[in-house]
């Protein structure tokens, strides 16, 4: 059993500080999830799997390509490391019952990598270390972002403002204001204020006589 072991663990070996995994694959990594699961080119997506080694030892490939590794991630896994040592359980050979629940409860294994450029559609993720290589999820490649220039670019819109048309406005329309009017105003028929009551005085003169000469002729 333990020749058995050793013969399976040096399938996989290193070359340039990149995996390089034997065609065999004897040991299956666990890639249990990728999010998002659908991204363009240049965007970042996040994998979950164990059991991770180092950052030097991990290869991501998307739909074949390489890709570029963003960041390595393996918390909480002393415990269970020392779980596996004790009861002489390999990584990924065989399962550990005694070990796997605080393994999978406290340890945590991830990466993130950039899409490498691709087509849109399906594309296979896969992932290898020395320990082995990983099964197969399925990312969405989308199409990149097609670019529109920003708003900036159709900054003709701001030649057209309001400030342009100054010349038509309403105040340039002075010199036929109501204003330059004056000669014909109301205050200047002067001549009306002759003809006021207070100058028919003589009239109520000639009015009184004769009321006070009929009641001179009247007998008391």
Same mark, same amino acid.
């Given at each position: 059993?333990?020749?058995?072991?050793?013969?399976?663990?040096? &399938?996989?070996?290193? /070359?340039?500080?990149?995996?390089?995994? =034997?065609?065999?694959?004897?040991?299956?990594?666990?890639?249990?999830?990728?999010?998002?699961?659908?991204?363009?080119?240049?965007?970042?997506?996040?994998?979950?799997? &164990?059991?991770?080694?180092?950052? !030097? #030892?991990?290869?991501?490939?998307?739909?074949?390509?390489?890709?570029?590794?963003?960041?390595?991630?393996?918390?909480?896994?002393?415990?269970? +490391?020392?779980?596996?040592?004790?009861?002489?359980?390999?990584?990924?050979?065989?399962?550990? !019952?005694?070990? =796997?629940?605080?393994?999978?409860?406290?340890?945590?294994?991830?990466?993130?990598?950039?899409?490498?450029?691709?087509?849109?559609?399906?594309?296979?993720?896969?992932?290898?270390?020395?320990?082995?290589?990983?099964?197969?999820?399925?990312?969405?490649?989308?199409?990149?972002?097609? =670019?529109?220039?920003?708003? #900036? *670019?159709?900054?003709?819109?701001?030649?057209?403002?309001?400030?342009?048309?100054? +010349?038509?406005?309403?105040? !340039?329309?002075? *010199? /036929?204001?109501?204003?330059? $009017?004056? =000669?014909?105003? $109301?205050?200047?028929?002067?001549?009306?204020?002759?003809?006021?009551?207070?100058? /028919?005085?003589?009239?109520?003169?000639?009015?009184?006589?004769?009321? +006070?000469?009929?009641?001179?002729?009247?007998?008391?």
């Amino acid at each position: 059993m333990l020749l058995l072991l050793i013969t399976l663990l040096t &399938s996989c070996t290193l /070359t340039d500080s990149t995996a390089v995994v =034997d065609s065999a694959n004897v040991c299956e990594l666990a890639l249990t999830q990728v999010a998002p699961e659908a991204a363009a080119p240049g965007e970042t997506i996040q994998l979950v799997l &164990s059991p991770l080694t180092t950052a !030097d #030892d991990t290869l991501v490939t998307i739909g074949g390509a390489r890709a570029q590794l963003v960041s390595f991630e393996r918390a909480g896994c002393e415990a269970c +490391d020392a779980c596996r040592e004790t009861y002489l359980c390999a990584p990924c050979f065989e399962d550990c !019952d005694v070990c =796997d629940l605080g393994c999978d409860a406290e340890c945590v294994e991830r990466v993130e990598v950039l899409v490498p450029s691709l087509p849109p559609g399906p594309a296979l993720i896969e992932v290898f270390n020395g320990e082995g290589a990983s099964g197969r999820l399925t990312l969405t490649v989308l199409a990149p972002p097609e =670019d529109t220039g920003g708003a #900036d *670019d159709t900054g003709g819109a701001d030649d057209t403002g309001a400030d342009d048309t100054g +010349d038509t406005s309403p105040p !340039d329309t002075g *010199d /036929t204001s109501t204003p330059d $009017t004056g =000669d014909t105003s $109301t205050p200047d028929t002067g001549g009306a204020e002759d003809t006021a009551a207070p100058d /028919t005085g003589d009239a109520q003169g000639q009015s009184a006589a004769p009321i +006070d000469a009929t009641l001179a002729e009247c007998p008391v």
